[in-house]
Every structure is written in C-alpha cells, then in structure tokens.
Nanobody, 121 residues
Framework: QVQLVESGGGLVQPGGSLRLSCAASGSIFSINVMGWYQQATGKQRELVAAITSGGSTNYADSVKGRFTISRDNAKNMVYLQMNSLKPEDTAVYYC???????????????WGQGTQVTVSS
C-alpha cells in the first residue's frame, strides 16, 4: 500500500505563490506516475499536472506556464510550484499516484487527503 500526504496549502493573494508538497510512503517502488488534481466547490476533480518517474510532465492548459510539477524520487516527494496564482485556482488540491493495476486518477489508485488553496485579496 501507498500513503500520500499533502502539505503547503493556504491563503494567498492573487499573483502570489505557493508550493505544495506530497510525501509518499509505504510500497513506493511501484509508483510510476504522480500528479496533482484540483477540485473547486461544485466542480469535478480535474488533473492539473502529472509527472512520470522519468521526468516527463503534462499540464492542464489553465495552469501551463504558471505551475511546475517536480518529483524527487530519492525523497519520495512530489511538488507543485504554483506561481501567478489566480482566484480561479482556488480549490482543494489532491496528490495522486498510480498503482500496479490502476492508472493515475482512478478510484482504485492512490490519493492523498487534499490540501486547501485559497487565492483571494
């Protein structure tokens, strides 16, 4: 099993920055892809960024150029650097990881508990 714990959320003004962190523990050697999802109130959970063990990344159009996902395999950590934050970025952000049999973002894959990001002046 894998456990994911997010941290780094909080309240920030528009244009500000936050860095979210996700610590993975347990049977982490099976993890290939990790990502960050956002879920605003009343909205569906959506992928904002993903990264493979080889370092390939993918971003939602809404965050491209502003957010950067990275991972440190030696530390079992994945990060989301969030710059130029907008009120539209306000959401609960979830760390996710794939499993040996379930792909990233699926119900049977691994999820953290979420961390709240609020962008407001």
């Amino acid at each position: 099993q894998v456990q994911l714990v997010e941290s780094g959320g909080g309240l920030v003004q528009p244009g500000g920055s936050l860095r979210l962190s996700c610590a993975a523990s347990g049977s982490i050697f099976s993890i290939n892809v990790m990502g960050w999802y956002q879920q605003a109130t009343g909205k569906q959970r959506e992928l904002v960024a993903a990264i493979t063990s080889g370092g390939s990344t993918n971003y939602a159009d809404s965050v491209k150029g502003r957010f950067t996902i990275s991972r440190d395999n030696a530390k079992n950590m994945v990060y989301l650097q969030m710059n130029s934050l907008k009120p539209e970025d306000t959401a609960v952000y979830y760390c996710a990881a794939d499993s040996p049999v379930y792909g990233l973002g699926s119900e049977g894959a691994y999820w953290g508990q979420g961390t709240q990001v609020t962008v407001s002046s």
